[in-house]
């Protein structure tokens, strides 16, 4: 199973960006997706996640009410639209997968992780 990040890049802050995450090797409706960051010097955290049908969703307080999370099974991808981006929001952005009914927000509880892409928010 691969998934591919794609869809980074440099933005002003309030801009926005759409990331993209192609996976491939397996359909990608039998997989929960999440987004996870990391910065320089931190840990990785959650950003959002998403149920196989993509009924469900969750995010990480700092996110919520400006990134959406959303899936096509039909073209094997998940996307993450980030509106009002704050310098803050500057890391390596991941998106990782596990067949699994509902997503979770630990790291530990995905099985397949892409390389990611960098998102850079400048003030």
């Known amino acids: 199973v691969q998934l591919q990040a794609s869809g980074g890049g440099l933005v002003q802050a309030g801009g926005s960006l759409r990331l993209s995450c192609a996976v491939s090797?397996?359909?990608?409706?039998?997989?929960?997706v999440g987004w996870f960051r990391q910065a320089p010097g931190k840990e990785r955290e959650f950003v959002a996640g998403i149920s196989r049908p993509g009924i469900t969703t969750i995010y990480a307080d700092s996110v919520k009410g400006r990134f959406a999370i959303s899936r096509d099974n039909d073209q094997n991808s998940v996307y993450l639209q980030m509106n009002a981006l704050k310098p803050d929001d500057t890391a390596v952005y991941y998106c990782a997968g596990n067949p699994t009914r509902q997503p979770a927000s630990s790291p530990s509880q995905y099985a397949y992780w892409g390389q990611g892409t960098q998102v850079t928010v400048s003030s």
């Open positions: 090797g397996r359909t990608a409706s039998t997989l929960t």
